[in-house]
């Protein structure tokens, strides 16, 4: 079995990660932060060490601006529900999951203004049309670091900066970006981080977070859910403090275990390391798919300006057909469709049919990409 489905999540994990979570179940088991209990605290002092694992990926020198979420969907609405208002304008792209689409486009229906600038065919976005789209009631400015579709960065930290000028908000969706780019929320001008645990990070589903920057106003900011947080227990009202205002309910406490080991084991690999070998990967997968005739391949198609995730499809067959073959005559597992994004499909012209995506991680192999492109030769012959 090739498993080429790392953008939906990656698999398998780190063995520590597993190792991390036995521990906690096993030998710690408390509610974190809610008892006094000397295995409460150790749970506590689990959930503390998953904060200073992402406070350290990132660049974030206060652990207690980091808000654990379940995933990153749960972020970017805690984001966008928290902080936009009726009358207020937010630009996106039209390269976005989803996740931040759907959200956005809720709102809208609240009376808040949206903007969706155009990308390219390729899926690249030009800062300057961001820029553009400004207006005098603009207060953030939302965007997709990676799409998962075609895997182009977009310019993150190029709109973070303008962002800066215009004194607006950053919201960027590190979903795809976390631990494969390196992210500093600072230089980049990211006011809002949301990242999901279970993808690049290689952690267990069910985890992330939203990393809130000293310009946000947290007063302004209302939390998405309210109720028990261990904390000011004598108060019926949401405490004020972070990461309580935003992180009620018990947390997925051995979720953060296998996370804080699988940060721990990124920063040990080196995000470079991580990066430079998935460059190696994609651009050997890139060139042998575009070798193939009759298979069209999306994207900017450069290993070095995207992350490992490719989409193409073979003439004269569905996508869907394609994906079955995979599976079934050559073991490999990948993703068909819209990949929940339909805006990034209508922008590369595959709408509503979709794509193939090849979406490689930290653990596959050469011999495997080298396998899978003979796989599509072979399925892109019979078709002539
Ligand atoms: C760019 C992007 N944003 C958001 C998401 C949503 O991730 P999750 O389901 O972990 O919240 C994904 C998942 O594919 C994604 O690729």
């Excluded at 939906?8 to 994990?13: E, N, Q």
Aim: charged fraction near 20%; glycine fraction near 10%.
């Amino acid at each position: 079995m090739i498993y080429f489905d790392n953008t939906a999540t990656s698999f398998p994990k780190p063995p520590c990660v597993l190792e991390a979570m036995a521990k906690f179940l096993n030998e710690v088991g408390a509610n974190p932060g809610r008892s006094g209990h000397r295995l409460a605290i150790e749970s506590g002092r689990f959930v503390y060490s998953a904060r200073e694992a992402v406070a350290e990926l990132f660049h974030v020198a206060d652990p207690l601006r980091i808000v654990f979420t379940s995933n990153v969907t749960e972020a970017l609405n805690l984001a966008l529900n928290g902080l936009l208002k009726a009358g207020d304008h937010v630009i996106t792209s039209s390269m976005e999951h989803n996740s931040m689409m759907r959200p956005l486009r809720c709102l809208e229906q609240k009376g808040v203004e949206l903007t969706v600038v155009p990308c390219s065919q390729q899926g690249t976005l030009d800062p300057g049309d961001i820029k553009s789209a400004i207006r005098s009631n603009t207060v953030m400015i939302a965007l997709n670091h990676a799409s998962n579709v075609v895997g182009t960065i977009l310019p993150v930290a190029e709109v973070g900066q303008i962002a800066r000028k215009y004194d607006l908000m950053m919201l960027a969706d590190a979903a795809q970006t976390a631990g494969v780019l390196s992210i500093d929320m600072e230089k980049d001008g990211i006011d809002l981080l949301g990242f999901t645990g279970h993808k690049s990070l290689y952690g267990p589903m069910g985890t992330g977070g939203l990393i809130i920057g000293e310009r946000v106003d947290l007063e302004a900011f209302e939390p998405i859910k309210c109720g028990g947080t261990g904390s000011r227990s004598e108060h019926e009202s949401q405490p004020e403090f972070l990461p309580d205002k935003f992180e009620s309910g018990t947390p997925n406490a051995v979720g953060l275990a296998g996370l804080n080991a699988s940060i721990r084991w990124i920063l040990d690999q080196g995000i470079e390391n991580i990066r430079s070998y998935e460059i190696q990967l994609t651009q050997r997968l890139l060139e042998g798919l575009k070798s193939i005739s009759g298979v069209k391949v999306y994207g900017g198609q450069d290993a070095e300006k995207q992350i490992a995730t490719v989409s193409f499809n073979i003439q004269g067959k569905q996508p869907s057909e394609i994906c079955l073959l995979l599976d079934e005559e050559f073991g490999i597992l990948c993703r068909v469709g819209l990949h929940c994004s339909p805006a990034s499909h209508k922008t590369i012209g595959t709408f509503p049919a979709g794509t193939v995506r090849f979406g490689l991680g930290f653990f596959n192999t050469q011999d495997e990409v080298d396998f899978a492109i003979a796989a599509v030769r072979k399925l892109a012959e019979e078709e002539r």
